[in-house]
């Protein structure tokens, strides 16, 4: 499971994330990666979970849609998705907003393929630093 504080739920926020982020594409899936801004790290969200002065932790939500299959390929996929993305997360800057949208091939692949997807578009979208 995905740390409350660590989840995408405004609509706002995958909109910023997809129209000011970069994206990088794989097979399988695309990534949305918004940087925080220095005004960001200093101005508390209305995120309950981030206190004046705080930077905010990163977040990440998902779109995975009907075009990936039926409800229960979709659910799987997003739920691997949500484990994989856990694991990473202490490689994302504070404050980034990180959406992945599962293409129509990611309900065949595997959880390894889907890891590399997601390894190869983040380590593409970091630039190969690590914060």
């Known amino acids: 499971m995905l740390p409350s ?18 994206r990088a594409g794989r097979p399988h899936l695309v990534v949305h990666l918004s940087r925080g801004t220095p005004r960001d790290r200093t101005v508390a969200h209305r995120d309950p979970h981030v ?16 075009a990936v299959g039926n409800a229960v390929v979709r659910n799987r996929v997003q739920r691997r998705l949500r484990h994989l993305i856990r694991d990473r997360l202490s490689r994302l800057p504070a404050g980034s907003l990180v959406v992945v949208r599962a293409l129509p091939g990611a309900g065949a692949a595997s959880h390894d393929q889907l890891a590399r997807d997601l390894d190869a578009a983040l380590e593409r979208l970091l630039g190969g630093v690590r914060p």
Do not use: C, I, M, Y
Request: glycine content about 8%.
């Open 5 to 22: 504080e660590n989840r995408l739920r405004r609509r706002e926020d995958f909109a910023t994330a997809v129209r000011r982020g970069r």
């Open 51 to 66: 206190s004046a002065g705080e930077a905010p932790p990163p977040r990440a939500g998902f779109v995975v849609s009907k």
